[in-house]
T-cell receptor, first 113, second 116 residues
């Protein structure tokens, strides 16, 4: 079946540094790629998303890039802060269903003071 | 604001019991989903529903069933609970219109189920 691979599984960065999380997907028909953040004990929430007709999208300190040819997309967080500590999930929409998301396994981001 | 609620935050059941987990959303969303979350395995889809009385199997449907009799309510049923079903269960809903962010899934707070 279709799948999304996410790396690394754990990422530890110094406060103020940048963090990059990478995902690859297999479904050529995918056209929507969201990123969710799950803080400890809380529900996952959408933080940014990108569609296949766009190569990059930015929202303050976070940005997402997409390379459709290589089938990979990345989340970039600059000037990391303690509140960025969380588990981040990438996903790709299932091209057959148009509403089902295929999820990556998650990245635990640790911000060191 | 979309609100997705789940019937329990914590649940402890015995092996062999029938377990009902209920999810309610208040935004008239067509799509509803049940996920299971385990450390290192991410979010695994159990079942989803795209309309009342409609359901489709996800990646790990074995041991589970679902019911959607009303648009706002989606129930997950464990017919005979087993210890390997101890997990965090997350419900989500989404609105499909084809417009931007129509795929966004809104999650409930989760139910941590322990089967002993």
């Amino acid at each position: 079946g279709e799948n999304v691979e996410q790396h690394p599984s754990t990422l530890s960065v110094q406060e103020g540094d940048s963090a990059v999380i990478k995902c690859t997907y297999s479904d050529s028909a995918s056209n929507y790629f969201p990123w969710y953040k799950q803080e400890l004990g809380k529900r996952p929430q959408l933080i940014i998303d990108i569609r296949s007709n766009v190569g990059e999208k930015k929202d303050q300190r976070i940005a997402v890039t997409l390379n459709k040819t290589a089938k990979h997309f990345s989340l970039h967080i600059t000037e990391t802060q303690p509140e960025d500590s969380a588990v981040y999930f990438c996903a790709a929409v299932n091209g057959d269903s148009n509403y089902q998301l295929i999820w990556g396994a998650g990245t635990k981001l640790i911000i060191k003071p | 604001d979309v609100k997705v609620t789940q019937s329990s935050r914590y649940l402890v059941k015995r092996t062999g019991e029938k377990v009902f987990l209920e999810c309610v959303q208040d935004m008239d969303h067509e799509n509803m989903f049940w996920y299971r979350q385990d450390p290192g395995l991410g979010l695994r889809l159990i079942y989803f529903s795209y309309d009342v009385k409609m359901k489709e199997k996800g990646d790990i449907p074995e041991g589970y069933s679902v019911s959607r009799e009303k648009k706002e309510r989606f129930s997950l049923i464990l017919e005979s609970a087993s210890t390997n079903q101890t997990s965090m269960y997350l419900c989500a809903s989404s609105l499909y219109t084809g417009t931007s962010r129509a795929y966004e899934q809104y999650f409930g707070p989760g139910t941590r189920l322990t089967v002993t």
